[in-house]
């Protein structure tokens, strides 16, 4: 072989590789994103009274905003909430992905019982009158709750919830809220995952997720997240429900079921809502991940 032409050999392969390690990097897991959590008063959160008499009052929502900027507790429960993202994003019990329910269901419980447990912690930690391991350990029952709070906004972006339920009500607000950390929630999830195929809960393919237990033709992920009012089914509008889009049915259901949780714990746990104060302020549906 001439010496140009080893050239030309050596340069093609090298090509070849190179456009084939291009197609192997398509074909499996994204890099994962950012964790960098935004300022509070960047991202329009949504502020609850946890477990209050009265719901929060939103004339006050912009000075309560400001007050919880600092506050290291929601401060956790956000960072969780972008943490599974970037440090679980292929693991489908953190997001309900690849009609993984069970364990998406089991995880939630394995979170509130950490939530439980560095409550615990903390409760013998005050005793002690150690008030510094106290407040760590409530710190770290607050970003296991953020973590809870992911995969249940999650359940409504992520599954079919939403695109079975529309056609069965007249108004959005009749739309059942399902709390799957609950019992009766755990219970109606199961129902809805044994119906007959195409009239079954499933949830979007996630092809570099695990597990996957979706029954064969399941949608992907890109195609039925509604994550976003720009993705496929997020933009899609129901013409009953005074045309809005499945994207706002999903973070209405998500916003509903984010209350109840919040409401859960701190009914659960008052010391979290002695530290933190009654107002909680979060995202609904933070997905940074690739579709
Ligand atoms: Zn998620």
Known sequence: MKPETAFWVGACLVAALTSAQGQTSNASEPPPPSIEVPDLRTVNPVVVCGNCDQPFDTSTHKEVLQGLVSNKYIGELRKALYWQDTYHQSKSKAHFD???????????????????????????????????????ALVKAFFALGQTLHGVQDFYAHTNYVELSVSQVKKSTDIEVIAPWKPEGKQRI??????????????????????????????????????????????????????????????????????????????????????????????????????
Not at 106 to 134: C, I, P, R
Not at 201 to 222: A, E
Not at 236 to 246: C, D
Request: proline letters at 4%; glycine letters at 6%; one cysteine or more.
């Open 98 to 136: 690849n009609c993984a329910f069970n364990e998406a269901v089991g995880y939630m419980e394995s979170l509130l019982a950490e939530v439980d447990s560095h409550v615990q912690s903390a409760k013998v930690a005050n005793e002690q009158g150690d008030a510094a391991s106290a407040d760590a």
């Open 190 to 291: 199961a129902e809805l995952v044994s119906k007959p195929p195409g009239k079954a809960l499933v949830s979007g393919v996630v092809f570099w997720g695990f597990p996957q237990i979706c029954p064969n033709g399941t949608l992907s992920h890109k195609d039925m997240a509604k994550d976003k009012a720009t993705t496929t089914s997020g933009m899609l509008k129901v013409a009953h429900l005074q045309n809005r889009n499945q994207y706002q049915i999903a973070v209405q259901l998500a916003r509903e079921a984010s209350q109840e949780l919040i409401d859960y714990a701190f009914r659960k746990w008052p010391l979290m809502k002695k530290a933190n104060g009654e107002n909680v302020a979060f995202e609904v549906l933070v997905d940074r991940r690739g579709l």
